[in-house]
């Protein structure tokens, strides 16, 4: 059963990452065309079940669920959120060109990874 009303945004983020939340801060605080609701995983870990994932793989990686359910993750989940940002949604676009768009997962992917990796050797989670 998930957790969040039908029909809205949730981006799913781990806090105890110092990096993504800074990012996430930033963008809650920016004017939104839609409600996003921001779900926190490190202190809502059973959150995780509305997108079919485990909470590892929240931890690496951002997710996203649309309010038409589907999930997106990664970079795709980034270029979501900016495509409903007043004055970002020129870089959603962009990012959803073929070739940025393959660059900007390869990119996305790379960099979670080592920041995954480096967050759990200092035993934040």
């Known amino acids: 059963m998930s957790t969040i009303e039908a029909g809205k945004v949730a981006v799913y983020y781990n806090s105890a ?10 963008e809650q605080g920016r004017a939104s065309s839609c ?3 921001w779900i926190d995983v490190h202190h809502a870990p059973d959150a ?5 994932a485990g909470l590892e793989d929240v931890r ?25 940002r007043p004055g970002q949604r020129w870089l959603g676009r962009l990012s959803a060109l073929p070739g ?12 979670a990874r080592v920041l995954y990796r480096w967050n ?3 035993g934040r989670w």
Do not use: K, N, Q
């Not at 990452?17 to 930033?26: K, N, S, Y």
């Open 60 to 84: 690496e990686r951002l997710h996203v669920r649309d309010a038409e359910g589907r999930v997106l993750v990664g970079a795709d989940a980034v270029a979501f959120v900016m495509g409903t």
């Open 120 to 122: 759990r050797g200092r």
């Open 48 to 52: 995780v079940a509305d997108v079919g």
């Open 100 to 111: 940025v768009r393959s660059v900007m997962r390869w990119a996305y992917d790379a960099f």
């Open 35 to 37: 409600e996003i609701e």
């Open 17 to 26: 990452c110092p990096v993504c939340r800074a990012g996430v801060e930033w």
